[in-house]
């Protein structure tokens, strides 16, 4: 509720669901339930009569063949969580250094929220895999003394730059 004063009526607040949906009428609900149904059913029949759907499907939904290589896949699974599980803490005190940073008042701490908000507008800006190639394989492969020549480590870092902005 960030933003409202406290002083400002429950009833005029409306609840978290009125908010979500608007104000509908009585009717409302089934309507958008219906809409619903009908634009996702349009849309599924579209996908599964085109041409190619055989195709995509033998590729992308064919049981027998994830049943097959699922053995080989699930190692690369559990590094995908071990990598997210770590990256995260990264992120999370990155990006709450910068909401700091961003957030500080007064003059005297303009380089403070200039250097955030340029770090910010940086990172959005580039796309992540480059950011991930840059420090994942640039880096290392300048053989810096001192710095890590793991790739993993570098996209674990440019994970935590790019998401943290």
Do not use: H
């Not at 999370?92 to 929220?113: D, E």
Request: hydrophobic share 50%.
């Amino acid at each position: 509720m960030s933003g409202v004063a406290p002083t400002t009526p429950p009833d005029l607040l409306g609840s978290r669901r009125s908010r979500l949906l608007g104000r509908l009428r009585p009717g409302g609900v089934l309507v958008a339930v219906a809409s619903t149904i009908v634009v996702f059913g349009l849309l599924g029949y579209a996908i599964a009569t085109s041409p190619g759907w055989p195709r995509v499907q033998q590729t992308f939904f064919d049981a027998e063949r994830f049943i097959e290589t699922f053995p080989d896949i699930l190692p690369a699974l559990w590094k995908n969580i071990q990598l997210f599980l770590v990256g995260e803490v990264l992120i999370l005190v990155l990006a709450l250094v910068l909401a700091v940073m961003r957030s500080l008042p007064g003059p005297a701490f303009f380089p403070f929220r200039l250097m955030s908000v340029a770090y910010i507008d940086f990172f959005r800006g580039i796309p992540s895999i480059l950011v991930i190639y840059l420090l994942g394989f640039g880096i290392p492969g300048l053989r810096i003394p001192g710095l890590t020549n793991d790739p993993v480590i570098g996209g674990r870092v440019a994970l935590g730059f790019g998401w943290s902005a």
